[in-house]
């Protein structure tokens, strides 16, 4: 025994050596020296948040309630001062009161709430019910914290009549409306103005903060997005910038013109009525942009030709009548024409009288004939318009090709005319099954000097095979 302990002594002495070596050497950390990450259990998600609320009266958050996170999904110049909409990936939000004296939290702002009382006797954050919102209120400015990162919220795609039907849930959220139509509602406030904003399942309000610099494009847009919130019981949806309206402003035509034999003529003769079926007119037209609807002036007895009113007008038209033809031979004209008279700021250039036609399907070899007429020949009359045809192909166009145009294109600088015009229309509206979009409109500006001309359009026929 003696013996074998001799022998393994000096290699046990060796390994206590070697490990104490070993130990003093190595002083510096092992692994990364950052804070470990958040665990995910830190955090409360806004969904289960809000399911604290009792349903009625003022909620002190309790002690221990953990902390959520989220994303500022509205934009602060267009809401009232000190309220934010916090989302995050639960799919649920929340209205956030910040303290008088908090900073102001941009538009994609992370943000981290602790809204837990710090004891019995101490309470923090507050939830409400304001207006029929969930509001959280009251939280220390130090326990609100902005920090690094980015959170990308989808908005949810849906539909007026689930909005409402959702509002409660869905508050403070991001959504999304299709093919809906903008219409101002109401006189401005003092604070801003009202749009409806209705899709084909219902509607839903918009309100517009003057302090926002947001003008709401009426008409039609292939979408809207905003935040969902809730004003004394009603669903609203609230845009961050003029960003959130896609292709706003499309002509809403409710009936549209169908091809039954060849050819199909529109004279104008009925415009005290309003506008043919079919037809529309807008501002704001341009190869991109389906312009923004605008309204006719249809009374004839305001609508002279030397008049210089902006507006589209219910014209005599030049058909029958002499360059010097008066006011009252104007008025009791019973041949009709829609116009527009051009001003620095009324369809100079995007003025557009446009037809909406349902579908060519079996037709082909699409052709377009009017008269341009211009009527003004009074001695300021000195810019000339220039014309144009486009035509597009589905429900909300975004882009349109010209065609070419036989006859004289220009109206104004003193010239009184009814020009011929005529226009073969490509193979790609043959057959078409969807709507087809045809605008007589002025896509460049005015040239010259002085006034701008009444420009009108009559007789205007389709033929095609």
């Known amino acids: 025994m003696q013996r074998i302990f001799f022998y393994k002594w000096p290699a046990l002495f060796c390994v206590l050596v070697f490990c104490l070596i070993f130990v003093g050497c190595n002083k510096e950390p092992v692994g990364p020296t950052e804070p470990d990450p958040v665990p995910p259990g830190s955090f409360m998600t806004m969904a289960d948040f809000r399911a604290l609320y009792p349903g009625s009266g003022d909620f002190a ?3 221990g309630t953990k902390k959520i ?7 602060n110049a267009n809401e009232a001062a000190g ?15 910040a303290r008088l004296g908090s900073p102001v939290y ?16 101490t309470p923090n954050g507050v939830l409400i019910l304001f207006n029929g919102d969930l509001e959280l209120k009251d939280v220390q400015i130090t326990k609100v914290t902005p920090v690094a990162g980015t959170l990308d919220i989808a908005p949810r795609v849906t539909t ?5 039907a959702n509002k409660d849930l869905w508050a403070s959220t991001l959504v999304k409306l299709n093919d809906v139509v903008i219409t101002k509602e109401g006189n401005p406030a003092s604070t801003g103005q009202n749009y409806r904003i209705t899709d084909a399942t219902g509607s839903v309000v918009s309100f517009v903060r003057n302090t926002s610099g947001i003008v709401m494009p009426e008409g039609g847009a292939a979408s809207i997005t905003g935040h969902l919130s809730i004003f004394n019981s009603t669903a609203q949806i609230t845009i961050r910038s003029l960003a959130d309206v896609v292709n706003g402003g499309q002509v809403i035509v409710n009936n549209g013109i169908v091809f039954g034999a060849s050819p199909y003529l529109i004279n104008f003769n009925n ?6 079926a079919g037809v529309s007119v807008v501002t704001g037209a341009t190869s991109a942009n389906a312009g923004a609807t605008a309204s006719l002036l249809s009374t004839p007895n305001t609508n002279i030709w030397n008049r210089t009113g902006s507006g589209f007008k219910n014209f005599a038209s030049a058909t029958g009548l002499t360059m010097g033809a008066d006011s009252a031979a104007q008025v009791n004209h019973s041949n009709r024409a829609l116009g527009i008279r051009q001003t620095a700021s009324f369809g100079d250039p995007g003025g557009a009288f446009v037809f909406q036609v349902n579908n060519t399907t079996g037709k082909s070899n699409l052709k377009m004939e009017f008269l341009l007429q211009s009527l003004d020949t009074s001695t300021a009359v000195g810019r000339t318009t220039t014309w144009s045809v486009d035509y597009a192909v589905g429900d909300n166009p975004t882009s349109f090709t010209t065609v070419a145009a036989t006859g004289t294109m220009t109206t104004g600088n003193k010239v009184f005319s009814s020009n011929l015009i005529t226009v073969d229309f490509p193979a790609a509206l043959n057959n078409q099954s969807q709507k087809i979009w045809i605008r007589i409109l002025t896509t460049t500006a005015t040239t010259g000097s ?3 001309s009444s420009t009108a359009i009559d007789d205007v026929k389709f033929l095609w095979n």
């Open 61 to 63: 958050v309790p002690v």
């Open 69 to 75: 996170r989220g994303v500022v999904i509205s934009n």
């Open 83 to 97: 309220n934010y909409r916090v989302q995050d990936e639960s799919g649920a939000g929340i209205y956030l009161y």
């Open 106 to 121: 941009p538009l994609g702002t992370i943000l981290e709430i602790d809204a837990a009382a710090t004891s019995p006797a």
């Open 160 to 164: 007026a009549a689930q909005l409402n």
């Open 271 to 276: 415009l005290s009525s309003g506008l043919p």
């Open 450 to 452: 002085g006034s701008r």
